[in-house]
């Protein structure tokens, strides 16, 4: 009996390892996504946000050391980190939920970052919304589904590159 030779992938999906690898990849990626959800609700709802502007204040420090000092304000900080810490949230989504493109993660994003910035708004006293925090947050979704889809193309061009130097 001969076996079977695999067809590529579609473009921008990751490599077809079979079913129970994909599960077992999906099922990590879910377990991941859970806790960092977990963790990203205790942040953005923690009833001040005295620790998340100490961490910005280190790192425009410790960057202002290697980069030009007009590049390396606060406001400029905390919209990067407001993006950064979003993008594993749609890249470990990406993983988990295969069907959505990084289209939907920017649109899901751009929800739920106006969702949580309404409820900072309306429940905690100590928190101030702002729009910037909305359009970051809504960047930091598409990075990381776009991050994920442009790995996703490099592993499958690199499995057919591979397959083809087999044969």
Do not use: C, K
């Amino acid at each position: 009996m001969v076996p079977r030779a695999r067809r590529a992938p579609a473009r921008g999906r990751l490599i077809d390892l079979g079913p129970d690898r994909r599960r077992l990849w999906s099922g990590a990626a879910w377990v991941a996504l859970t806790a960092y959800a977990a963790l990203l609700l205790v942040v953005l709802f923690s009833p001040t946000s005295t620790l998340q502007s100490d961490l910005v204040v280190r790192l425009s420090d410790r960057l202002a050391t290697v980069l030009p000092p007009a590049w390396v304000t606060y406001t400029r900080m905390e919209v990067v980190m407001n993006a950064v810490i979003i993008m594993p949230l749609s890249f470990l989504g990406s993983i988990a939920v295969r069907r959505w493109r990084w289209q939907d993660w920017t649109a899901y994003g751009l929800l739920g970052a106006m969702v949580v910035e309404v409820a900072q708004g309306l429940l905690l006293p100590d928190r101030e919304p702002a729009f910037s925090d909305v359009v970051a947050n809504a960047l930091g979704a598409a990075g990381g589904a776009l991050a994920h889809a442009v790995l996703a193309g490099l592993v499958g061009t690199l499995s057919r590159t591979r397959s083809r130097a087999a044969r």
